[in-house]
């Protein structure tokens, strides 16, 4: 009987030190690709050279997301985010798109936040 429940809060602590380190890394890398699409709307840099920088941190990000995220949830702002290479002739179309991908980033951020509302 001990054995079970020693078992079964060893199970439990595994469960949910993995849930944490989970929240943790998806945070890291929302906070991560944000940096880079805030960099190409506010900072003065070019539009190809943060377009690089945005598709460095996306091929990084993705992996992780699609690990622990729904695909549906990520396909609007993998659309836009695959769209910037095009829109970086005109830099404020390309300025707007990143903005909306941000907004898109934020509503990702939003859904998995751990609030009373996403919990219930």
């Keep these: 009987m001990t054995k079970r429940v020693i078992l079964s809060v060893i199970l439990l602590l ?5 849930s944490v380190s989970s929240y943790f890394l998806l945070q890291k890398q ?3 690709l944000g940096e880079a699409l805030e960099d190409a709307v506010y900072a003065d840099v070019s539009p190809e050279r943060s377009g690089e920088k945005i598709a460095l941190q996306w091929k990084k990000s993705t992996k992780i997301f699609h690990i622990f995220l729904i695909h549906s949830d ?7 985010i695959e769209s910037l290479p095009d829109l970086t002739n005109d830099a404020e179309r390309y300025r707007i798109s990143c903005i909306r991908c941000l907004h898109l980033l934020d509503g990702v951020r939003e859904s998995v936040s751990l609030s009373f509302e996403n919990i219930l």
Excluded: G, V
């Design 14 to 18: 595994l469960a949910l030190s993995l």
């Design 30 to 32: 929302f906070a991560s």
């Design 74 to 80: 990520l396909s609007d702002l993998q659309t836009e």
